[in-house]
Nanobody, 122 residues
Framework: QVQLVESGGGLVQAGASLRLSCAASGGTFSLYAMGWFRQAPGKEREFVAA???????LYGESVKGRFTISRDNAKSTVWLQMNALKPEDTAVYYCAARDAKYRASPNDYDYWGQGTQVTVSS
């Protein structure tokens, strides 16, 4: 069983940067594909980024060029660096893990964190 704990959310102004962290425990982190998703009020959960066990990456169209996902297997941690934030990036951000190749659908992930709120003011 994998436990995921996100941190790093907060309230920032448009154009600012934030770095989210997700610490994993209880499993073999290096074998898991990791993903970041977000959910705004009244909207479906949206794919943000994913990283494979070998650090290949995949991004949602709305964050390409602004967000960067990375991982450190020795620290069992995955990060989401978010630059040039926009008000439309406001959401609860969730970290997720799956014991297979990375995917963009939240339905394909087995383990989830509790989420961290990111609010971007205009």
């Amino acid at each position: 069983q994998v436990q995921l704990v996100e941190s790093g959310g907060g309230l920032v102004q448009a154009g600012a940067s934030l770095r989210l962290s997700c610490a994993a425990s209880g499993g073999t982190f290096s074998l898991y594909a990791m993903g970041w998703f977000r959910q705004a009020p009244g909207k479906e959960r949206e794919f943000v980024a994913a990283i494979s066990s070998s650090s290949s990456t995949l991004y949602g169209e709305s964050v390409k060029g602004r967000f960067t996902i990375s991982r450190d297997n020795a620290k069992s941690t995955v990060w989401l660096q978010m630059n040039a934030l926009k008000p439309e990036d406001t959401a609860v951000y969730y970290c997720a893990a799956r014991d297979a190749k990375y995917r963009a659908s939240p339905n394909d992930y087995d383990y989830w964190g509790q989420g961290t709120q990111v609010t971007v003011s205009s």
